[in-house]
């Protein structure tokens, strides 16, 4: 979907997105504290609770008003998180992350493939990547197009450079903002370490 579909979401939303995604939750939480990018944020539920555990957080998001919504937030529970308007396929930046993370980011193959490569070359050694995003076996179940959607080995596939620590397909219920219903579908989760 488009910048300005997305921007127009984010703008009009009457249910923001306000609570962390549990998976994104439970692969992080024994981590120590460092620096950490979210590529494709939305409304930034995820890096606003890292920046409450003492996390160092960049967001970014190709949605003014996605970032404009995650800085009020931000603020509004006393955090600080950097948010940036970008596009993930290409977000390139001097710094390296302890922790690179990218949850429910559904783009076409090849513009996800480039985002991943970006997401790779943006860890520092040692440094952490966690993909989380519904997989093509639940096509059917979501009104994500089947061509947005991935399979764990086509994931695995484009980190031959990082240590796959978790890899695995998880039948999970989506929770959703607001009213909107949650959903179950098949979770793909990898997480991957950058060689020291």
């Not at 949605?63 to 800085?71: D, G, W, Y």
């Not at 930046?93 to 480039?114: A, G, I, N, T």
């Not at 985002?115 to 943006?122: D, E």
């Not at 009104?143 to 978790?166: F, G, K, M, Q, Y």
Request: charged residues 20%.
């Amino acid at each position: 979907m488009s910048q300005k579909f997305w921007n127009e979401y984010y703008k009009n939303t009457n249910a923001p997105w306000t609570t962390p995604d549990a998976g994104f939750v439970a692969e992080v939480t024994h981590l120590p504290t460092g620096s950490a990018l979210e590529l494709g944020c939305g409304e930034g539920a995820d890096s606003i609770w890292l920046a409450k555990r003492n996390w160092e957080v960049t967001a970014v998001d190709f949605a003014p008003a996605a970032i404009e919504n995650l800085t009020q937030a931000a603020q509004t529970q006393g955090v600080n998180v950097k948010g940036i308007v970008a596009d993930v396929t290409t977000y390139q930046s001097d710094e390296k992350y302890d922790l690179v993370f990218l949850c429910y980011m559904h783009l076409r193959r090849d513009e996800r493939h480039q985002m991943l490569n970006c997401a790779t070359k943006l860890l520092s050694p040692g440094g952490i990547l966690v993909y989380i995003g519904i997989a093509q076996s639940s096509a059917a179940d979501s009104d994500i197009p089947v061509e947005l959607l991935a399979t764990l080995d086509e994931i695995v596939a484009v980190l031959p450079d990082l240590i796959i620590e978790r890899a695995d397909v998880s039948y999970r219920v989506i929770e959703m903002p607001g009213e909107n219903e949650n959903f179950t579908a098949d979770v793909i989760t990898v997480r991957a370490k950058r060689p020291l």
